[in-house]
Each structure stands twice: as C-alpha cells, then as structure tokens.
C-alpha cells in the first residue's frame, strides 16, 4: 500500500473542490433568487404608483 | 421535461455513475504493476482533462456564435463554461501534480505537455479575471470571445506536445507506437466509467451556471426597464 497517502490526497482535494464549487453554486443562486425577489418588490410598487397615478384622471372621466 | 426537471435528473445520474466509478476505482480494476496504487490517480486524472477541453472547446464555439449572432445568451455559455474549465483544468493539474510526485520524484517539472497546459490554465485564468474585473458590457464580451477562440488554439498543442517534443509524460490513451497503454479490458471499462461520470457532472454543473447567467442578465435588463419606468411614473406625478 505504498503510496496510499498520494492516492487518498488526489480523490479528496478533487471531490472536496467539486463540493465547494457546488456551494459557490448554491450561494450565488440564493443571492440570485434575493435580487429576484427585489426586483418583484420593486414592480409591485411601480405597478401600485401607477394605478394610484392614473386613478384620478379616471375619476374625473 | 422542464429545465429545472433536467437539472435534477441529471445531478442524481451524476452522483450515481460518480460511485459506480468510485467503486471500480477502487475495488474493480487492478493497480498498473509498476507504479502501484499510485497510478489509480489515472482514472480521474483523465476524465478532467477531458472534461476541461470540452469545457474550452465551447467556450470558443460560443465565442465565434457571439461574435457572428451578437445573442447574449451565447456570452453567459461562453462564461460558463470557461468558469467549469477552469475548475475541471486546475484540478488535473494538482492530480498529475500529485501522481506525479511518488512517480516522477517532484511535484513539477517544465515538460512540454505540462508547461503547454500551465499556459492554458493562464489564458482561461486571463479570460475569467477580465469577465470578473471589466463591467458585463457588449465590449468585455467580444473581448471575452476572442481570448476564447484564440486561447482554445493551446489545446491541441496540449495533446500533440508527448507527440511532438520529447517528454517525461507518458503518451497512455494512444501510445507513440499507436494503440493504447492499457493492458487490461478491465481498466479501459474503468476509464470509460470515470470519462463518463465526470462528462455528466460537467454538463450539470455547466446547466446551473448558465442558467444563473442568463437568469442574471435577464434580471439585468429587466431592471433598466424598471428603471425607466419608475423615472416616467415620478415624471408624471
């Protein structure tokens, strides 16, 4: 079993980076879906500002 | 079959093929009788050599779509895929650094298949610090695509340089006297397993990527538009 040290160095820095891309992944979607969610807040709010612009010429129509 | 659907079949298969390569890794194919244990470094060493060319390999192939179609969704491909190159290149070069050590003696030496693969390594390395460092505009990209297409050109270099300058790296896949260096049907089964377990993981990990890309540069331009829409909604107040 000469060697084993080398072997067990390769396959656990290789799968340890591969997991730790998965979490670069993981965390650059959950600050994607954040955004996301910000930018929905922010068209709710245009959405309501316009309605409550347009509503008085309606009312006086 | 939705993306998101595609995605997670594709992250499970993944995972149940990298075990099935583990397994033989380990337990299935016997050690090469020279270099021992040691060699079983092979069978993922090569895998993501395969898996970082491929990964060069479309990053110039959305290079040359972008600059001749200007689409946007052929940049973020682009960037995506030089992201998972660069990942999958690095990790061959620390695994035949480490193979290389018990074998060789050191941890590196300036041979010609190593030395042409640290300048591909640099030149991705380059590609992704201007994505990172420069504002996504339509410039950095045209930038980005040419560094792409022409850093790709090192790849063949890469596999004709045992070929082509003399090398201590060993020519295992399609040897100088032609064949292949591997004696036993029971390690090219191994190495066709790893191949393929590492391909799926790549086009997982390349699936997520892109589609945070894209998703981002939606969400980019989504967000002018709001702009400008708030600025003619205050406008009109």
Known sequence: ?61 | MNNSAIRNWLGYATLALMVAALFMVFDYVPPEAEQGIAQLIFYFHVPLAWVAFASFGLVAIAGIFYLWLGDQLWDDLGYAAAETGMVFCTLMIVAGSIWAKPIWGTWWTWDSRLTTTFILWLMYGGYLMLRASADDTPQTARFGAVLGIVAVLDVPIVIASVRLWRTIHPAVLVTKQGGHGLEDPRMVATLLVCVAAFTLLWVWLLMLRFNQLLTRSRMGALAVRIAFASAAVAGGK
């Open chain 1, 1 to 61: 079993m000469e060697h084993l040290g080398y072997l067990f160095a390769a396959y656990s820095i290789i799968f340890g980076a591969i997991f730790l891309y998965v979490v670069f992944i993981w965390r650059r979607q959950a600050a994607l879906d954040a955004e996301l969610r910000a930018l929905e807040a922010q068209m709710a709010a245009l959405k309501e500002a316009s309605t409550a612009a347009s509503v008085p010429e309606h009312s006086e129509t």
